[in-house]
């Protein structure tokens, strides 16, 4: 953790968002519990933020609610179990796997100065196409890491 959290740190970006997610209620659940203390999450997005900070960036923590059940596009809302990994938007046709559209909306509540999201049906496309292209700049291994 101190690792990646010092390369993200060094690696030339102004800001970094994340979810502010509340471990303490989301270890609650039995099934999940081990697999979230294991992840270290908290401890990681703690290291980034305090290695961030002192080397001038920002770290915008948003509210994690319904990220990953929001339409990046459209706003619509779509009821779906963890299994699911695509995100098929019924509403505007929007298929995205189901972590990608998340961190669409987060990096979408992050510029927004976490204020809510857009509400349902306002076209956001333009925000939508500049956050899949400032995540396109992100590290390619990243992601494959699956480091939070």
């Not at 929001?70 to 995100?87: D, T």
């Not at 196409?129 to 699956?146: H, M």
């Amino acid at each position: 953790m101190h690792k990646l959290s010092t390369e993200l740190a060094k690696a030339g970006y102004t800001s970094f968002a994340v979810e502010n997610l509340h471990i303490q209620n989301m270890e609650k659940n039995h099934r999940l519990a081990q697999s979230i203390h294991n992840a270290s999450w908290n401890r990681f997005i703690n290291f980034l933020s305090y290695k961030a900070e002192s080397a001038g960036m920002k770290v915008i923590k948003v509210d994690a609610r319904n990220t990953t059940k929001e339409c990046s596009n459209c706003g619509n809302m779509l009821e779906m179990p963890l299994s699911v990994r695509e995100y098929n938007c019924g509403l505007c046709g929007l298929r995205l796997d189901r972590d990608v559209n998340a961190s669409i909306n987060i990096l979408n509540r992050a510029r927004e100065g976490h204020s809510r999201s857009h509400a349902q049906g306002e076209d956001v496309r333009p925000q939508r196409e500049a956050a899949l292209g400032e995540l396109i700049t992100y590290p390619a291994n990243a992601g494959e890491a699956n480091y939070l």
